[in-house]
Each structure stands twice: as structure tokens, then as C-alpha cells.
């Protein structure tokens, strides 16, 4: 019995781990790369680097593009 729950519970934290990983793929500009983008490049992204602004996930190609972007990222300063 103690065993069939435990498959339960693993079973249950796989999925709701592959679904995380499914949402957190998911960013605007069919997954372009934002900096890529504010630089007049398409650069196609997987989406694993990341960052959340206003519940809008934003992709980048790497940390080097992110931390580019986070430093203006509303674009006030150009």
C-alpha cells in the first residue's frame, strides 16, 4: 500500500514537473530572442533562458543577451 502511494506522489510530481517545463517554454515572440529582436536580429530561442515581466515570459539565446536587456527593459533608453 505504502509503496503504490509513493509511485502515486512520484508519478504525480513528474507530471506536474514536465507541465512547469512545458508553460515555462512558452515566451512571447514565438520564442525569439528579445535582445536579438530589440537588435534588429531573428535569433530563434529554446526558451530555457528566460525572464518574467508583467506575467509575460521573455526568451533570450543566452545570460549575455538577458542581462543586456534587464538593463532597459521597458526600452526608455536608447
Do not use: W
Not at 512571447?28 to 535582445?35: A, I, V
Not at 543566452?62 to 521597458?74: G, H, L, R, V
Amino acid at each position: 500500500m505504502a509503496r503504490n502511494y509513493i509511485m502515486s506522489a512520484f508519478a504525480g510530481a513528474l507530471m506536474l514537473g514536465l507541465t512547469t517545463a512545458a508553460m515555462a517554454a512558452t515566451g512571447e515572440f514565438d520564442n525569439m530572442c528579445t535582445e536579438g529582436l530589440a537588435l534588429g536580429k531573428d535569433v530563434k530561442t529554446d526558451c530555457s533562458v528566460n525572464t518574467v515581466i508583467d506575467g509575460k515570459t521573455y526568451c533570450f539565446g543566452n545570460e549575455e543577451a538577458k542581462t543586456m536587456f534587464m538593463k532597459d527593459p521597458k526600452g526608455q533608453h536608447g
